[in-house]
């Protein structure tokens, strides 16, 4: 049996690496754009990060993973965390112990570090392992005592017939009449206080994305997004974004929730997809609560994934 050579990614790697990810990840291919973005100009990269496998002068696997160098806004550099975003062997060199190598020549370098799979931001691909697609990952990661900690499901919509219920229109009149909660498209007034917001309920990740679809929203592409905010009289209770057919995040108020403001703007949203022209809705990540409010408005599962941890930062 060839010897394997476990080494950080080179520049010239590049097309037998997509080869291999594109045959192991047959569930989410990338493109060398793709790869190029997300991968290699991502701030957080460094080659030592991203391992090959070689045997016999051939990439036979990889592993990609993930340290903070720059800050997440004032997340800061989360130094306790690492985040492995993709990995696979491929097919004609399985069972022969590379993941195995790749897994722990990995875990060494992120010591002394909690390590997840994989919800890295910004630049993850899904949020965990897919549980359906690559169920052999999912047994390979429990053996070595990866602890699964949550199963978040990815939901699609078909829009082609979609209307919005006189039950969400009568909700959306009752919501003004009695409470003063109006849903609008942002305006540029809105910024101050919607960042604000976001920020406080939700997180400065939301901040990222939401800030990414106003940059476009407020510059260039402003037909490819549907960015909704709700208020209270004049204080921003919850908003809902959109960017072509991928729908989300929205969010309320936690002390407003259960009252329906998040499926007047849920159906506004999608309502405003489906009037330019997009006949379908998806996103990656929910829990199973949030779920059935989709489901409301014609969601279906369609994967489910598992975000795994192991605790790196014990003494070998």
Known sequence: MAAV????????????????????????????AAFRTRVLLDLNFRPEGLLVAEVDNRIAGFLLSITRQVP???????????????????????????????????????????????PYTPNYFIPGVDINAYPEAVAFLQAAG????????????????????????????????????HISPVASADIPGLMDFICRHFGWDWVRAAQEYLLTLFGTGADEITFLVARQGER?????????????????????????????????????????GFHC?????????????????????????AIMRFNNTQPD
């Open 236 to 276: 921003i209770v919850g908003y809902c974004q959109q960017r072509r057919e991928r729908f989300g995040p929205f969010g309320v108020d936690p002390a407003l929730r259960s009252q329906g403001i998040g499926r007047v703007l849920l159906f506004h949203c999608l309502a405003a997809q489906r009037a330019r």
């Open 146 to 181: 990866w602890d699964t900690v949550s199963t978040p499901i990815s939901m699609q919509a078909d829009l082609t017939a979609f209307q919005v219920p006189a039950a969400i229109t009568e909700l959306q009149a009752r919501l003004a009449k009695e409470q003063d909660i």
């Open 5 to 32: 050579l476990i080494r950080p990614y080179r520049g010239q790697d590049e097309p037998a690496l997509l080869d291999v990810w594109n045959r192991t990840l047959t569930h989410d291919p990338v493109d060398a």
């Open 281 to 305: 809705a998806w996103f990656l990540w929910t829990g199973p609560d949030a779920s059935r409010l989709y489901s409301t408005a014609g969601f279906r599962p369609v994967r489910q994934f």
């Open 72 to 118: 997440l806004f004032l997340q800061g550099l989360e130094p306790e965390k690492a985040w492995i975003t993709a990995f696979g062997v491929h097919p004609d060199y399985r069972r022969r112990g590379i993941a195995t190598q790749l897994f722990e020549a990995a875990l060494a370098n992120l010591k002394p570090r909690q390590v997840l799979i994989s």
